[in-house]
């Protein structure tokens, strides 16, 4: 599957774009839409490589989504799943209960696991309950 210019606006309305670099709540330096790969203090872009940086850190969710769910998804659940994936990387995904329960087909059940995600260095973190609540809502679109 692919993410949709909906899951992509999603993504882009929760990272929002800063063109230096800056720490995020744990420390990991960030830039553009989220981007961490290769970042370090003092480092700059411009909207056209946040923009790219955006497109190949998408398509690493992406491909991650879709290597390890096993079951049908809706294009909606996709979306949720490739956000989530985005700002959580794959290895959490990976070992999700939210996966397993996906995998076993109960997505009615999993769709619950995305509020558990809402902390940040073990600490809760509002902006990322209203990211979860966002995707959750996003998994159960009609």
């Not at 955006?54 to 799943?81: G, M, Y």
């Not at 997505?107 to 995600?117: D, M, Q, T, Y």
Request: aromatic residues 10%.
């Amino acid at each position: 599957m692919k993410y949709s210019m909906e899951g992509l606006a999603l993504t882009q309305r929760f990272e929002g774009c800063r063109y230096v670099a800056y720490q995020d709540s744990v420390g990991v330096w960030t830039i553009g839409y989220g981007h961490t790969r290769g970042v370090h203090e003092g480092m700059t872009c411009t909207q056209a490589q946040a923009l790219a940086w955006l497109v190949e850190d998408v398509a690493s969710a992406e491909a991650e989504v879709n290597r390890v769910v096993t079951v049908p998804l809706t294009q909606h659940e996709f979306d949720a799943l490739v956000d989530f994936v985005f700002n959580l990387g794959d290895g959490s995904f990976e070992h999700s209960t939210m996966l397993r329960l996906l995998n076993a087909g109960d997505h009615a059940n999993a769709v619950n696991e995305f509020r558990k995600w809402d902390k940040a260095g073990g600490v809760e973190v509002a902006g990322l309950l209203r990211r979860r609540l966002a995707e959750a809502a996003e998994f159960v679109e009609p």
